[in-house]
């Protein structure tokens, strides 16, 4: 089959919607971190509505972290790319326009800090996981390996934070023209995070910068929502069948789309408000409401649908007694703990999740949620966990993941993962590898005793009666 292309655009079905507008004359103005399935399908998606709209020199250089595929995949299609949303009553293909050029990190250092030091880039958006932010709760893990290094040889960084700092330096060294650094991942206060990181690293790598990071460079807060599963083969072979076209960078995600950023620019911004970008004072209610309902379920359905032999979320939600654990664990735990912006129907919010994860088009496997659960667990479940009662659903859910991690042979993929492994590998009794996994969590040695002596049952029980032992009335009382 043809490959897509600028040429082979022309070739597209009527329903097919293209860029719409001359990408040859647009320059760029955003550098994106991590050019991965979830910006192609969301910040880009809005960027090239901006484009559409209002024109503007707002084209987006993105940047693979790591290795060259996603570079390898979109520079023989002229950098276009296809996303399939699919819902109960939409199904839209839209080709996406707004990547201008295509730098692979570890490759091309020149051409980063080409782009770094371009006074035409205002903004730089980053989409690098959890775990990419190097922290140790809300600072910067300094301990770690990686963080060393690069503080050791920050020219040779190898971190987002150290090259994020590395491309700060350049660009304050060839004129310091203001910018915009903005999080798209889901961590609490994430710009705050990100400059705080941001900040110790220079103390100690670059400290001169300090100043002009206060005075040019804003970081706002920014929340973003929409389920975009893992491309496979599979995937790509029905998206070309639908495209008509070969699309080695292609996207399948949901029609639901939310991003909402914090109004703080320091030079500018494409028309996001037109492109349907919510630009509010205060991100805190609305990434809460998001990261310990949406993600916080997420992750709760991806623990037990794999304890349970489940292969998507989807098919978790077609299990009727996990998916009533699910609803539950939302409406009487999650949803409760949280407050509600005026003007936000929570309810409505909640009803509307149960539906984005049943959609049968998302191919959203458990094992790609149940990833990096012990940066993911920190943000979506303590909070919440810290307000309940000792024995809840989401002790329950937690106990998940425990039983996940020290009682199965199930893939496990984490940046603590050596110690994981250890814990899973070793003879000591199940309770006190419990308490060394709950510090990968962060939680205090000790941690609340009644809490552990439920967990340690739970973690039994799951193995003695699969994941319906979360679903019982317990038969386990603490003796006081
Ligand atoms: C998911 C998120 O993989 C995960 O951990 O919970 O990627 C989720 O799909 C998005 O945050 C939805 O906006």
Redesign the pocket.
């Known amino acids: 089959m043809e490959r897509l292309s600028t040429e082979s655009l022309a070739a597209l079905a009527d329903d097919v919607t293209t860029p719409g507008y001359d990408r040859s004359v647009v320059r760029p103005g955003i550098l994106h971190l991590g050019l991965g399935a ?1 910006h192609r399908a969301h910040q880009a998606v809005y960027t090239d509505t901006a484009l559409r709209l209002g024109g503007g020199d707002w084209g987006i250089v993105g940047v693979c972290m790591r290795g060259d595929s996603v570079a390898r995949q979109l520079r023989p299609q002229d950098l276009l790319y296809s996303v399939w949303s699919r819902g109960a009553d939409e199904d839209q293909l839209r080709v996406i326009g707004a990547l201008t050029s295509v730098i692979v990190a570890p490759d091309e250092p020149a051409a980063l800090n080409a782009a770094f030091t371009d006074p035409g880039i205002r903004i730089v958006t980053l989409t690098v996981t959890e775990k990419g932010y190097c922290l140790d709760g809300d600072a910067l893990d300094t301990e770690l390996p990686a963080v060393r290094a690069d503080l050791a040889a920050p020219d040779a960084a190898s971190t987002t934070i150290g090259i994020l700092a590395r491309g700060l330096a350049a660009r304050h060294a060839s004129g310091g023209a203001p910018l915009t650094v903005i999080s798209c991942d ?1 961590l609490a206060e994430n710009g705050s995070r990100l400059a705080r990181a941001l900040r110790s690293y220079a103390a100690i790598a670059y400290p001169h910068l300090l100043d002009w990071l206060d005075s040019s460079v804003r970081f706002p807060c920014s929340m ?5 599963p893992a491309m496979d083969e599979a995937g790509r072979e029905r998206q070309e069948q639908r495209l008509g076209l070969r699309d080695e960078a292609a996207v399948a995600t949901e029609p639901f789309t939310q991003w909402i950023v914090e109004n703080d620019f320091a030079a500018g911004a494409p028309d996001w408000a037109a492109a349907g970008v919510r630009l509010v004072a205060d991100i805190r209610p609305y990434e809460a409401i ?1 990261l310990r309902l ?2 916080a379920a ?2 709760a359905i ?1 623990y037990t649908g794999l304890l349970a032999g489940l292969e998507t979320v989807a098919d978790v939600m077609t299990d009727i007694r996990l998916r009533d654990f699910i609803e539950r664990l939302m409406r009487d735990e999650l949803a409760p703990a949280l407050a509600a912006p005026p003007g936000f129907d929570l309810d409505a919010y909640r009803e509307q999740l149960l539906q984005r994860f049943a959609n049968p088009h998302l191919h ?1 496997r458990c094992a ?2 149940a ?2 659960g012990t940066e ?1 667990i920190r943000q979506r479940w303590l909070p919440t966990l810290a307000s309940l009662p000792a024995d809840s659903l989401l002790l329950r859910a937690l106990a998940a993941w425990c039983h996940y991690v020290l009682c199965t042979d199930l893939a496990l993929e984490d940046p603590r993962s050596a110690t994981l492994l250890q814990l899973r590998n070793s003879d000591a009794p199940l309770a006190s590898r419990l308490a060394d996994l709950l510090a990968c969590l962060g939680l205090p040695a000790g941690y609340e005793p009644e809490r552990q002596a439920l967990l340690l049952y739970y973690c039994q029980s799951l193995s003695a009666d699969g994941p319906d032992a979360l679903l019982a009335t317990p038969k386990f009382t603490h003796e006081e």
């Open positions: 979830f889901n973003v929502d929409r389920i975009v998001k949406l993600n997420h992750s991806a959203h790609q949620i990833m990096d993911k």
